[in-house]
């Protein structure tokens, strides 16, 4: 009879992936800056929801992540639980992004917003649970 094997589950580095990019609404003929959040862990039964409190202020956007809610979609399909934030009236310059975790854990990310460009400035360098995506259009 042949032995089983242990199941070894990959080691995921970040619980969360965040990514920026510039987009365009056509119906409100503007600019505005996506954030999309993603777990790094894939749900098999339900697509959740991640619930998220933002707040903007000054060039500081803060997002305090509370946890899951179920799907707002009668429709289940597997994938990552996602919450998504669009920031329209924005102006270039440093933004001072705060990712909070439920833990009050918190990573703080310098984003620098410049014509078409967005780079990151400044990121933690330990304690990261966020890793940023930047998409460029």
Do not use: C, W
Request: proline share 7%; hydrophobic share 35%; charged share 30%.
């Amino acid at each position: 009879m042949p032995r089983k094997l242990p199941r070894i589950e990959p080691e995921l580095k970040y619980d969360f992936i965040l990514h920026i990019s510039k987009e365009y609404d056509e119906l409100k003929k503007q600019k505005f800056l996506k954030f999309l959040f993603e777990t790094t862990q894939h749900f098999l039964a339900f697509n959740y929801e991640l619930d998220v409190r933002v707040s903007v202020g000054d060039k500081k956007i803060t997002f305090k992540i509370q946890g899951f809610k179920p799907p707002s979609s009668p429709v289940s399909r597997p994938g990552p639980a996602r919450f998504e934030y669009n920031f329209y009236n924005y102006t270039d310059g440093v933004y001072t992004l705060t990712i909070v975790k439920k833990e009050n854990l918190k990573n703080i990310f310098s984003i620098l917003i410049s014509g078409d460009k967005i780079s990151v400035e400044n990121e933690p360098r330990k304690n990261k649970f966020v890793k940023l995506n930047i998409i460029e259009r």
